[in-house]
């Protein structure tokens, strides 16, 4: 039931005051440290959080899913606001490609021979060090001749590069959905029946496998749902808090998954929108959580690589790693992202000179 003095989220989820930039950044750090025992320990490893959920949920699996649930929101609402694919799809690709390929071609042609055990002349010449560079579109592809072949990790490069396509065809998936139903309540809960139909057929007949990537891609879809119906969803605090506890409750008791799908989205909402937007200006300086994400797993095996054994201590790790991604993401923001929005901008203005002059002189 609606209370005549209940905020909703149509008042809320156009404005920048908002918490989801320090909720975003506290997430990239989470993926540091959930990967930091795999990377230190093993594969076979345990986080806190996945040691009580059978390894079907990490810290690091909570963070994609914030990070996928927030999308589905922002992506909705990009659809509506740029509804002609070819400006959507580009605004898209330079979110996220121009980080990506500086990433890939840094770690591939720079970085991997120096780390790599091979000779530069034979690293240079293998083609795999080539086929690294398929990262940049989002084709996976986890080796660099001769690095990280001694880790307890090995020989991944960056494991968590596997969410980029899978956000893209998120991406893609969210404009087809804009397209058919303009995000009209009535189509949109049409479109949901087989979706929700096929998540039931999902939990009953295929034992959660691959169950990260199911997750966030209904994450992202619930995101996407928030925001249509962002006319109808109060942010009220006794809400978020009882979303929050009863995530807890049956996080603790086992019950990962609806958890996760019924009560994460709504306490994600709360602490973004709902709660005072102290950290409204926390990213004023830029938003580092892409960087600090895309350059986490390579710095804690380079960590792990080069430290002496007493410091492959994952908390310890993390900590280190945390702080150096944090570095490489202001890099990443000031060297690509200021530059790629300054050609913008400057490509804006000869696009706007040259509407000015068809304009007077038809």
Not at 34 to 47: K, N, Q, V
Not at 88 to 106: E, S, T
Not at 345 to 351: G, S, V
Request: aromatic share 14%.
């Amino acid at each position: 039931m609606l209370k005549s003095s209940d905020k909703m989220l149509v008042d809320v989820v156009g404005s920048r005051e908002n918490n989801l930039d320090f909720i975003r950044f506290v997430a990239a750090i989470a993926v540091i440290f959930s990967h930091s025992f795999s990377i230190c320990l093993g594969p076979e490893s345990h986080t806190p959080l996945s040691s009580i959920t059978d390894d079907r949920l990490s810290e690091g699996g909570l963070a994609v899913g914030v990070f996928f649930f927030i999308g589905g929101l922002l992506i909705a609402k990009s659809c509506v606001s740029h509804p002609r694919p070819a400006r959507f799809f580009r605004l898209r690709l330079l979110r996220i490609l121009p980080q990506l390929v500086f990433v890939v071609v840094l770690l591939a042609l720079v970085i991997g021979p120096i780390l790599s055990v091979l000779p530069p002349a034979e690293y240079y010449s293998d083609p795999q060090t080539y086929l690294y560079l398929l990262n940049g579109v989002f084709i996976i592809q986890h080796d660099l001749p001769g690095v990280f072949v001694d880790n307890p990790y090995s020989p991944v490069v960056n494991a968590p590069l596997w969410t980029l396509p899978v956000e893209f065809v998120c991406y893609i998936l969210c404009y087809l959905c804009f397209r058919w139903t303009r995000f009209t309540k009535r189509s949109f809960a049409i479109v949901s029946v087989p979706v929700f139909a096929l998540l039931v057929v999902y939990l009953a007949f295929f034992d959660f496998y691959q169950l990260s990537v199911v997750r966030a891609i209904m994450l992202f879809y619930l995101g996407v749902a928030f925001y249509v119906y962002r006319d109808r969803i109060p942010l009220r605090a006794s809400l978020g808090w009882a979303s929050i506890a009863l995530f807890a409750l049956f996080v603790s008791l086992g019950w990962d998954v609806a958890a996760m799908l019924l009560f994460f989205p709504y306490a994600l909402l709360w602490l973004g929108y709902g709660l005072s937007p102290r950290l409204a200006g926390f990213a004023k300086h830029g938003e580092f959580s892409y960087g600090i994400y895309l350059w986490g797993w390579p710095i804690q095996q380079v960590l792990v690589m080069l430290l002496p054994s007493s410091f492959a201590v994952p908390v310890v790790n993390a900590a280190i790693a945390s702080v150096i991604a944090l570095g490489a993401g202001v890099m990443n923001y000031r060297l690509v992202d200021v530059t790629v929005s300054r050609i913008l901008k400057r490509l804006k203005k000869r696009e706007d000179l040259v509407l000015a002059k068809e304009i007077v002189e038809p």
